[in-house]
């Protein structure tokens, strides 16, 4: 019996783990939710462990080249699906983890009480995202995609009220729309390719005549468009900042990381299938990807001055650094991709962490709105529950004040945080692959690095008006109310932030690790499509 | 037969196109049942049109070019049930909003 060693299960947990658990929360009464909010809470702690622990394998000696392969039911790649973990992969699951676990313990003061199924959901859609991360087949992305949606239909919905069912109704209607666009998008690059594997097309792009390349290439434009869809690329991107702004504050934050899923899948398909081994293929789409990533950047940078309130910024702060990402990855594809993934690090961590602050500072009241909140009793609009009674945090103001201020450097890329570091790498990286032996950049780098720097203008003018209004010129006089358990998770949000700028060097190191590994697709084609299945004991004779 | 299907896609789709941009919460449903429905006939006929030919081979020894590629066909019933549970979802939401607006306009009011 050649059996599988345990630790290679571990890359089915974080798929596994929250089915389970969300299926098992289902029918437990919405009234024990002290007992809903632990299994949720074991769960999300397992998978930060497991998210860590495969970070660790990756990063180590114990699977060739860093890429761990699952063959789910023990069919042979390209035949049965296959799941991978790579350093990329982890660290996507670690930062999913890390802010579901913040996102969790924000929740439970109040919110997973506002509706029926909150930690269900919650559960689920961790299932997409994780799995979104893992897998390794096109198809098996379609559908852990849909998983993640249906699940963020739900929570967007979360604390049912007209705004979120207005916003809610336009949110799953383009996520349907696009879902159909992935499918057309896949059933061309199947007809082009005969394979869905995302290995055994790296293998088979190289070998198609005319016509199937050009199949595959309008199928992997159709299939960008669903993506960039998600990822919020303009003009893709309009339902973005109304569902955020409109979604309950820890269904917003898990927002922030939906929208990297569709950057990670851009990434995930077009290095491997049209990375440098593709020949005539290879960088195919890039020019498109930049235009559309700057456009997208102009696009967020004035929404977030046009914005008035936090939830409406946050969503057009989610876009700058869509938008960011994409255009640099367009620009100079892998010699850009580590600064580039530090400051989605950076930015989604940042981004998190103000969604849920942006709800904590709403509790400072100016005086008018005492009268506000009175009117909308009269109409019974219950969009969100009783604010927390009982002894609150000391010092609430000052510790808002702290960690918008922490918030806002990150997002708008000001020194000293996590936000100044990657833009100062990208530029970086971005004049050092663009500049031709005769030292002359061309003026395209100079047009995207003139936005970025201009987005973080923006962004600065933005959020300090934001501040000045909610900290300065609110009036209050009564310090808002904070719970531990609200104030934890932001702090620890921050936290990371600094942390990753204090060890910017071994992240780096880490990311360079990454990169290397991601530029090299042929180890993935031969580690994927090389994993043995298990091998049966044969059975004896005359058992059959 | 490529003509029928691709004009049957293609009606499907583009009647599909028009109707999600309306604005009525119903038209939009309906349209996007009808693109569904075309998405999945695409898939179908991604594993090219075949007539006659089992989707199943026996053990071994088979020509390949003898049965039909039984891939998309499982790939359509997972669009199926999946673009099925979505609709389902969609039009619970429908209902939902069509109570709590009093509109069917899919901005939730009626256009002013």
Same mark, same amino acid.
């Given at each position: 019996m050649n059996a599988l060693p345990w630790l290679q299960h571990l890359i089915t947990v974080p798929v596994l783990l929250p089915l389970l658990v969300g299926a098992l929360l289902i029918p437990v009464n919405q009234n024990r939710h002290t007992l809903k909010f632990v299994l949720s809470l074991t769960s999300s702690v397992l998978l930060w462990l497991v998210a860590v622990a495969l970070l660790l394998l990756a990063d180590g000696e114990h699977w060739t080249d860093g890429i761990g392969v699952y063959l789910a039911s023990n069919w042979a790649a390209p035949f049965g699906i296959a799941l991978m973990v790579d350093r990329l992969a982890a660290l996507m699951l670690v930062l999913t983890a890390t802010i579901a676990l913040a996102v969790l313990v924000f929740s439970a003061q109040r919110w997973d009480r506002v509706g029926v199924s909150f930690h269900s959901m919650f559960q689920f859609l961790l299932m997409g995202l994780n799995g979104a991360f893992l897998t390794n087949d096109l198809f098996n992305l379609f559908v852990f995609f849909e998983v993640m949606l249906a699940a963020s239909y739900g929570l967007v919905l979360h604390g049912y009220n007209l705004r979120r069912i207005r916003a809610g109704m336009q949110y799953i209607a383009i996520n349907l729309a696009a879902s159909l666009l992935f499918l057309i998008g896949v059933a061309l690059i199947y007809g082009a390719t005969g394979t869905l594997n995302i290995a055994d097309l790296t293998l088979r792009v190289t070998q198609l005549g005319a016509q199937d390349a050009w199949l595959l290439q309008v199928g992997a434009s159709i299939l960008a468009l669903a993506f960039l869809t998600k990822g919020a690329m303009w003009p893709l991107g309009f339902w973005l900042p109304t569902t955020y702004a409109s979604a309950s504050a820890p269904v917003a934050a898990m927002l922030v990381l939906m929208t990297k899923v569709g950057v990670y899948a851009v990434l995930r398909v077009w290095l491997a299938v049209f990375g440098d081994a593709a020949g005539a293929l290879g960088g195919f789409g890039l020019a498109a990807l930049s235009v559309g990533g700057m456009a997208t950047l102009a696009f967020g940078a004035i929404g977030m001055l046009a914005s008035q309130d936090g939830g409406r910024m946050a969503g057009y702060g989610a876009i700058v650094s869509s938008g960011t990402l994409l255009a640099v990855i367009g620009h100079s594809g892998g010699a850009v991709l580590a600064s580039g993934l530090y400051y989605l690090l950076g930015s989604t961590l940042a981004m998190a962490a103000f969604m849920l602050l942006i709800e904590l500072t709403e509790r400072i009241r100016p005086p008018g709105a005492a009268l506000l909140a009175i009117t909308m009793e009269a109409f019974a609009i219950e969009d969100k529950p009783e604010d927390p009674v009982g002894v609150g945090i000391p010092g609430s103001l000052a510790f808002l004040g702290l960690s918008f201020a922490a918030c806002a450097l990150v997002i708008s890329g000001m020194p000293p945080l996590a936000g100044f570091v990657a833009k100062f790498s990208l530029f970086h990286a971005l004049l050092a692959s663009a500049a031709d032996p005769a030292g002359s950049v061309p003026a395209s780098t100079w047009v995207l690095i003139a936005l970025m720097v201009t987005a973080g203008l923006a962004a600065i003018i933005a959020l300090m008006r934001l501040g000045v209004r909610t900290f300065w010129a609110a009036g209050a006089i009564t310090p808002p109310r904070l719970q531990a358990s609200e104030a934890l998770p932001v702090t620890a949000l921050v936290l990371l932030c600094v942390l990753l700028t204090v060890q910017a060097g071994a992240v780096f190191d880490y990311l360079g690790r990454t990169v290397d590994g991601l530029s090299r697709s042929a180890d993935y084609s031969a580690r994927v499509l090389g994993e043995p299945p298990v091998l049966r004991v044969p059975a004896a004779e005359g058992a059959r | 037969?490529?003509?029928?299907?691709?004009? *049957?896609?293609?009606?499907?789709?583009?009647?599909?196109?028009?109707?999600?941009?309306?604005?009525?919460?119903?038209?939009? %449903? *309906?349209?996007?049942?009808?693109?569904?429905? &075309?998405?999945? %006939?695409?898939?179908?006929?991604?594993?090219?049109?075949?007539?006659?030919? $089992?989707?199943?081979? $026996? *053990? *071994?020894?088979?020509? $390949? &070019?003898?049965? &039909?590629? $039984?891939?998309?066909?499982?790939?359509?019933?997972? &669009? %199926?049930? %999946?673009?099925f549970a979505t609709t389902a979802l969609y039009l619970v939401m429908m209902i939902g909003a069509r109570g709590l607006t009093g509109s069917d306009h899919v901005d939730g009011e009626e256009p002013r």
């Open positions: - | 037969m490529e003509i029928v299907i691709a004009l *049957a896609v293609g009606v499907m789709f583009g009647s599909g196109i028009w109707l999600i941009l309306r604005p009525r919460t119903f038209q939009f %449903i *309906a349209g996007m049942m009808l693109m569904s429905y &075309a998405v999945n %006939i695409f898939i179908f006929a991604m594993g090219r049109l075949w007539v006659d030919m $089992p989707p199943i081979t $026996p *053990a *071994a020894g088979v020509d $390949p &070019a003898q049965y &039909a590629d $039984p891939l998309p066909q499982g790939l359509v019933l997972t &669009a %199926i049930v %999946i673009g």
